[in-house]
């Protein structure tokens, strides 16, 4: 049985020792698939932490500037920070804006989701193919000035001893900033307001990122994995890219598979691998009974009922199609025997604690809808006006955020209603023992509301009256 601290303790080897707490095969071949599928792509079966062991393994980068612009292009590598936009078209548009001033990169390696490694285990282990990707985008979009995002104060400490062995190996310095540590504070625009002496949390746009950013400047926000392969796309190019994955998915991306698994880890898969071979690598189901759902997508994502939908593709349109979600390449399961609404109910309390506190809609709808969620899990009675507001606050939240929080509380709210309908029913007698019982979603202990409480009617009116992102008082 796997529980939240387990899956806190791996990542924190990962991140801090690089070792295979995370279930990295040791014995794979140099790029080619192992024998369950997995590749090592951008996870050697060692770490690659000097310089020397780094430029012997991968050689000096090849393409550079607006050629390997148009490589990225060609190859289809999209974006692996969750919301999947194409890399290549991101790159020229910072480029076409830079002018006589420059732009800036931003390195996004916070990774504030919790049931999310992959960026640690990255940075722990290749950390130079990063800071060559960090590089190679600098030099492609004209920067003047370059950004490492982290979060934790020792994984700053070892890429500070990273970066400086590098010396004058970058034309553009890399600047590594440890950013206060929160789940919206990876937000692409948290990090500009932040680096421009702000808060750590999301602005209103527009303007974006890429047209205003640190210091009024295109600013290019790429999370680290991103990076990672745009160094090895200089490398080897477009065809190699395109060799694993699918026509309309090309590649392979870093997943964190956890949850009732038997080996909890990071894994390096080709997109279009099926979600049921992708648990296969963490040892499949450790509980009797097997899977009953996935959460895919991590706490931003849905929930994907067990049995014949395992087989879908790995890949964001074909999770998309399943009704579920592939994010930041995150895969949660769930036994037969556990409880997907209590889980869901503190995946959403967390949530909600997490809001900014910048917009009426995050501020008031996130609880409520945490708290109705509690009442489905943990009530008993008739569970129809509960399902009713629940699908009113949705209405009300969805897209009403200065980022989009509440639209990631809503995704997953209402693939629970719809995965876990049968449950609900048998709910209405009073909770499962399983809502007791051991907990398989890696929530941070000690950030969850305890009583659950009915919304009122004075409370679905603050929700509704809530100012917009336009109406909000900017802080």
Not at 172 to 198: D, F, I, M, Q, T
Not at 406 to 431: I, Q
């Amino acid at each position: 049985m796997r529980t939240v601290g387990d899956l806190s303790v791996n990542g924190e080897r990962a991140e801090l020792d690089g070792d295979a707490a995370w279930g990295l095969d040791a014995g794979h071949a140099a790029d080619g698939p192992a024998a369950d599928g997995s590749l090592s792509r951008l996870l050697p079966p060692v770490p690659v932490r000097e310089l020397r062991a780094h430029e012997a393994r991968y050689g000096p980068p090849g393409l550079r500037g607006g050629s390997l612009i148009d490589e990225v292009t060609r190859a289809g590598l999209t974006g692996r920070g969750g919301a999947a936009y194409p890399a290549g078209p991101k790159l020229s548009s910072v480029r076409e804006r830079a002018g006589l001033r420059g732009s800036v990169v931003v390195a996004n390696g916070m990774e504030s989701e919790p049931a999310s490694a992959k960026d640690a285990s990255l940075l722990a282990r290749v950390p130079h193919l990063v800071l060559d990707g960090i590089a190679l985008a600098a030099e492609a979009v004209a920067a003047r000035s370059a950004y490492l995002c982290v979060r934790r104060q020792a994984q700053a400490d070892m890429l500070a001893a990273v970066i400086a062995e590098r010396g004058a190996h970058d034309p553009v310095p890399v600047k590594l900033v440890l950013v206060p540590e929160r789940y919206v504070s990876s937000a692409e625009s948290a990090l500009v307001r932040h680096l421009n002496g702000g808060p750590a949390l999301p602005g209103f746009t527009p303007p974006r990122p890429f047209e205003r950013g640190v210091r009024g400047r295109p600013t290019l926000v790429s999370n680290v994995e991103t990076l990672a392969n745009i160094a090895l796309i200089s490398r080897h190019g477009a065809s190699w890219f395109r060799s694993v994955g699918t026509g309309t998915a090309p590649g392979s991306v870093l997943v964190t598979v956890a949850g009732a698994v038997k080996r909890p880890g990071v894994h390096e898969i080709p997109l279009g691998m099926p979600v049921r071979d992708v648990l296969g690598l963490a040892g499949g189901c450790a509980e009797i009974g097997g899977v009953q759902a996935v959460l895919a997508g991590g706490f931003f994502g849905s929930w994907l009922p067990g049995g014949a939908p395992l087989d879908t593709p790995a890949t964001p349109d074909a999770l998309r199609s399943a009704g579920a979600s592939f994010g930041a390449g995150i895969f949660l399961a769930l036994p037969a025997g556990g409880c997907g609404l209590a889980e869901t109910t503190r995946v959403l309390r967390y949530l909600a604690e997490q809001s900014a506190g910048q917009c009426g809609p995050c501020v008031n709808g996130l609880p409520a809808i945490a708290d109705a969620f509690g009442q489905l899990a943990f009530g008993r009675g008739p569970h129809v006006r509960t399902v009713r507001e629940l699908r009113e606050l949705f209405g009300l939240v969805d897209g009403r955020g200065a980022c989009h929080l509440p639209d990631g509380v809503t995704r997953l709210g209402e693939s629970a209603l719809r995965v876990f309908a049968e449950d609900m029913r048998r709910h209405e007698r009073g909770p499962c023992p399983a809502a007791f019982g051991s907990r398989w979603l890696p929530v941070p202990a000690g950030l969850t509301r305890a009583p659950e409480r009915r919304q009122t009617s004075r409370q679905m009116a603050t929700i509704k009256l809530g100012t917009s992102p336009e109406q909000a008082v900017r802080p």
